[in-house]
């Protein structure tokens, strides 16, 4: 990978208990660090049918990759190869506007001379809102928390979630990654959006005890309903 190849957000909703084939695949194509979620969905019958799902119950998978391994991911699932076809669900690929570097260089398996200080790699969006996801170690959700709204955030939603495949890192950084995360979820304007990330990054990154994950996705509009 090099310093300036996109990194991507794969987001998999599957039936219950399918989560994990489609980790193990994932480990195939290098991409190793996952969050997965259990929901329920509204889906009538025939819409599940269409999408190949047997029940409304849902295993909810975030994956982080750089470009080139999603690429090669979307290209074995056009081309129907091998365990890919057993799989049914719904696959979203997200542009990462802004990540924690180390987060990043481990995503892609980067030689370590790529990670520069745990700052922020961030790409300028073109959009004037973004969505801020945080994966914390559930003990330290109340200081993150605290911590954006000082920075600018005005509210957030949590979601308890878990991370898979954690021992990779400890395998190349020697960092022991805490299993259950909760995410929060934050929807901010552009302007405040970096100091959020940075702040939170600085006080909670993956090299201390909350071992926080920091992203930004761009969100083409914002609406009140």
């Not at 049914?88 to 542009?95: E, H, S, V």
């Not at 979820?185 to 990330?197: E, K, N, Q, S, W």
Request: glycine share 6%.
């Amino acid at each position: 990978m090099s310093r300036t190849e996109a990194m991507k957000l794969l987001v998999f909703i599957t039936q219950r208990g399918d989560g994990r084939k489609w980790i193990r695949l994932l480990t195939k194509h290098q991409i190793m660090y996952h969050l997965q979620f259990h929901a329920r969905g509204t889906a009538s019958s025939a819409m599940l049918d269409i999408l190949g799902l047997e029940n409304s119950d849902k295993d909810v998978t975030l994956s982080f990759a750089c470009e080139t391994a999603a690429a090669e991911l979307v290209r074995a699932f056009e081309e129907g190869a091998g365990a890919v076809t057993s799989l049914r669900g719904i696959l979203l690929l997200l542009p990462i506007s802004a990540m924690s570097r180390l987060m990043a260089v481990m995503s892609a398996q980067a030689a370590d001379e790529m990670f520069q200080g745990g700052k922020l790699q961030v790409k300028k969006s073109e959009y004037e809102y973004s969505l801020v996801l945080i994966a914390v170690n559930q003990e330290y959700i109340e200081q993150v928390m605290q911590t954006a709204k000082q920075a600018g955030a005005t509210g957030a939603t949590v979601i308890r979630a878990r991370l898979e495949d954690s021992q990779h890192a400890q395998k190349l950084y020697g960092i022991s990654l805490q299993e259950e995360k909760d995410i929060l979820v934050i929807m901010t304007p552009g302007a405040t959006r970096d100091a959020i990330m940075e702040s939170v990054n600085e006080k909670f990154g993956l090299r201390t005890k909350a071992q926080a994950i920091v992203l930004s996705l761009p969100a083409d509009r914002v609406m009140k309903l």
